[in-house]
T-cell receptor, first 119, second 110 residues
Framework: DADVTQTPRNRITKTGKRIMLECSQT?????MYWYRQDPGLGLRLIYY???????NKGEISDGYSVSRQAQAKFSLSLESAIPNQTALYFC??????????????????FGEGSRLTVL | DQQVKQNSPSLSVQEGRISILNCDYT??????FLWYKKYPAEGPTFLIS?????DKNEDGRFTVFLNKSAKHLSLHIVPSQPGDSAVYFC?????????FGKGTRLSVIA
């Protein structure tokens, strides 16, 4: 089983609908992230959470909200989906960074992605 | 403004030759740099990283070089193999969540 699981993997919806993408992880990491990938634009950060009580906006948070229900669960919601939110969404986790150069890679562990199409 | 730039959207290399993927950054606060590899229908996976206190890090066929004065890093893959065909993302961190470049699609031709 994958360490970082995203559901659904694919979703087609209509403009104005509410959509939730869910992410769960078994890595025991405190930090979780939602990124969005668009062709030619790379990966852009939507929201991130460093622990259950911490939520932070990323580069492109407008139109999105998140909920950190538990250490292992981080969901992304689109309250009223619009076509330009059509994209591939990735959840990721990481451990606390620790001291630079002391066994810390800053590595993110990604889920397999959720492809969302808004018609 | 893009803080991490990968100016080559694509690169084609023959099998067995060297692949060189480039990345530039603008934020002088970045102190850790990573390369991720992404195959279609999969999430990105970590490939190699380098701290700003080093100028080179090597792992098998993969070597990352960092030139802090030029704010430039590069990933060398030697020898290139068809299985290396993927999108490669450069990423940087300065006590912040990772910032990614737009990616370079590498095609290794047999």
């Amino acid at each position: 089983d994958a360490d970082v699981t995203q559901t659904p993997r694919n979703r087609i919806t209509k403009t104005g609908k509410r959509i939730m993408l869910e992410c769960s992880q078994t890595k025991g990491h405190d930090r979780m992230y939602w990124y969005r990938q668009d062709p030619g634009l790379g990966l852009r950060l939507i929201y991130y959470s460093f622990d259950v009580k911490d939520i932070n906006k990323g580069e492109i948070s407008d139109g999105y909200s998140v909920s950190r229900q538990a250490q292992a669960k981080f969901s992304l919601s689109l309250e009223s989906a619009i076509p330009n939110q059509t994209a591939l969404y990735f959840c990721a986790t990481s451990d606390f960074p620790g001291l630079a150069g002391v066994g810390e890679t800053g590595e993110l562990f990604f889920g397999e992605g959720s492809r969302l199409t808004v018609l | 403004d893009q803080q991490v730039k990968q100016n080559s959207p694509s690169l084609s290399v023959q099998e067995g030759r060297i692949s060189i993927l480039n990345c530039d950054y603008t934020n002088s606060m970045f102190d850790y740099f990573l390369w991720y590899k992404k195959y279609p229908a999969e999430g990105p996976t970590f490939l190699i990283s380098i701290s700003s206190i080093k100028d080179k890090n090597e792992d098998g066929r993969f070597t990352v070089f960092l030139n802090k004065s030029a704010k430039h890093l590069s990933l060398h893959i030697v020898p290139s193999q068809p299985g290396d065909s993927a999108v490669y993302f450069c990423a940087a961190s300065g006590n912040t969540p990772l910032v990614f470049g737009k990616g370079t699609r590498l095609s290794v031709i047999a």
